[in-house]
């Protein structure tokens, strides 16, 4: 599959066509570009050597733990569904009420042996013991999502200056690692459940703070002597003919007539 982009050159007066692969986030470019916005990561970390909290969100599964603490247990689809809500919730929590404006990022990955989704999140600060119980209280008795023991686990705080992160990119590799698999036949079956239902539901397996995905951003190339005029899916195996239209200028149409 390829990406036609259509495009004209004021200077030249003529249409400019661009073509490009089909990217999606289970190929290896897809992975190469997000090392590099790790890399830009790791040099904000060095400069800011602040406290970083790791904490690991969980859910219930379909198991009889689950039914005897709520009376009844979550398929992996309804688990996608209350992990993002959920975190959304307590992340919400976190950045409005315990720590106005705190950095964070986070990552989503599947457990190896059930395919169920957790979510690793860091935060760029300290917890107390008090703000960890309302936290833990929050997820399992208020949003209801997982079991107050092990539902929310503050996993550790490491920093910078004590050495504990040489790499910070290496760090989060370390949790995103299960994400990128160099090819599908090296799925477990509960693997190939997990990325189907994302695929499926188009969620995200990354997500950061404003501030650094500002600074992880890539910087865009500008020429103003070029207007967008189309973009189109190409797929050479037949499934369907011809180009199929993704998003079009409405001047597309003038300039072609």
């Keep these: 599959m390829q990406i036609h982009i259509e495009g004209y050159d004021e200077n030249q007066k003529d249409l400019v066509d661009i073509i490009k692969p089909y ?34 969100f969980t859910t219930y599964h379909d198991s009889n733990y689950a039914y ?15 992990l993002k809500d959920g975190f959304w919730k307590a992340s919400m929590l ?59 686990d503050f996993s550790f705080k490491a920093d910078y200056r004590s050495g504990d992160i040489s790499s910070f990119r290496n760090y989060l590799m370390k949790y995103m690692g299960k994400t990128f698999v160099d090819g599908m036949s090296d799925w477990k079956p509960e693997e190939l459940v997990f990325n189907a239902i994302a695929w499926k539901q188009g969620y995200r397996f990354f997500g950061c703070s404003r501030n650094l995905s500002k600074l992880m951003a890539r910087n865009k190339k500008e020429n103003d002597a070029y207007t967008w005029l189309c973009t189109s899916l190409y797929r050479d195996d037949g499934l369907f003919e011809g180009e199929k239209v993704i998003r079009k200028n409405p001047g597309w149409e003038i300039l072609n007539e």
């Excluded at 050597?49 to 690991?56: E, F, G, I, N």
């Excluded at 005897?68 to 209350?82: A, V």
């Excluded at 989704?117 to 760029?124: C, N, R, S, V």
């Excluded at 209280?137 to 929310?152: E, F, M, P, R, T």
């Design 94 to 152: 976190i950045r409005n009420k315990i720590r106005k404006n705190v950095s964070y990022f986070w990552m989503v990955e599947p457990q190896i042996e059930s395919g169920y989704p957790h979510i690793h999140a860091g935060y760029f600060t300290e917890f107390t013991n008090d703000e960890k119980n309302r936290l833990k209280n929050h997820w399992s008795h208020v949003i209801k999502a997982g079991d107050y023991n092990h539902g929310l």
């Design 68 to 82: 005897h603490k709520i009376g009844n247990g979550y398929s992996i689809e309804q688990s996608w569904d209350i």
């Design 23 to 56: 990217m999606h986030r289970w190929k290896p470019e897809y992975m190469k570009a997000r090392l590099a916005k790790l890399y830009l990561l790791d040099s904000w970390a060095k400069n800011h050597a602040t406290p970083l909290s790791m904490l690991t």
